[in-house]
C-alpha cells in the first residue's frame, strides 16, 4: 500500500509564489511516476505536471507551463511543486497522485492508483 502526504497550500495574493510537496510512504516502487492535480468545486480533476521517479519525462498543462515547476527527491520519496506568478484563477485543491511506470497514459485521473488527501491553494486578486 502507499500513502501520499501533502503539504503546502495556502492562501497567496496575486503573483506571489509558493511550493507544495508530497512525500510517499510505502512501496514507493509503485509511485514511479507522480503528478499534481487540481479541483474545483463542481469541476472534473484537472492535470496539473507530472514527471518519473528520476524527474525525466515531465509534463505540465498549458495553463501552467512556464510558470510551475515539478521536481523529485527520491532518496526522500518527495515530489514538489513549484509555484510562481500565481493568478486567482490557480485557486483550487491540489491532489498529489501516484502510479507505476507500467501505465502508458499520465493526463487523466484513471491513470494513478493512489491519491493525497489534498492542499488548499487560494490566490486572492
Known amino acids: 500500500q502507499v500513502q501520499l502526504v501533502e503539504s503546502g497550500g495556502g492562501l497567496v495574493q496575486a503573483g506571489d509564489p509558493l511550493r507544495l510537496s508530497c512525500e510517499a510512504f510505502g512501496r514507493t516502487f509503485s509511485t514511479a511516476r507522480m503528478a499534481w492535480f487540481r479541483q474545483v468545486p463542481g469541476k472534473e480533476r484537472e492535470f496539473v505536471a507530472t514527471n518519473i521517479w528520476n524527474g525525466g519525462d515531465t509534463h505540465y498543462s498549458d495553463s501552467v507551463r512556464g510558470r510551475f515547476t515539478v521536481s523529485r527527491d527520491h532518496a526522500r520519496n518527495t515530489m514538489y511543486l513549484q509555484m510562481n506568478n500565481l493568478k486567482p484563477e490557480d485557486t483550487a485543491v491540489y491532489y498529489c497522485?501516484?502510479?507505476?511506470?507500467?501505465?502508458?497514459?499520465?493526463?487523466?485521473?484513471?491513470?494513478?492508483?493512489?491519491w493525497g488527501q489534498g492542499t488548499q491553494v487560494t490566490v486572492s486578486s
Open positions: 497522485a501516484a502510479a507505476p511506470l507500467s501505465r502508458d497514459g499520465y493526463r487523466s485521473s484513471r491513470d494513478y492508483d493512489y
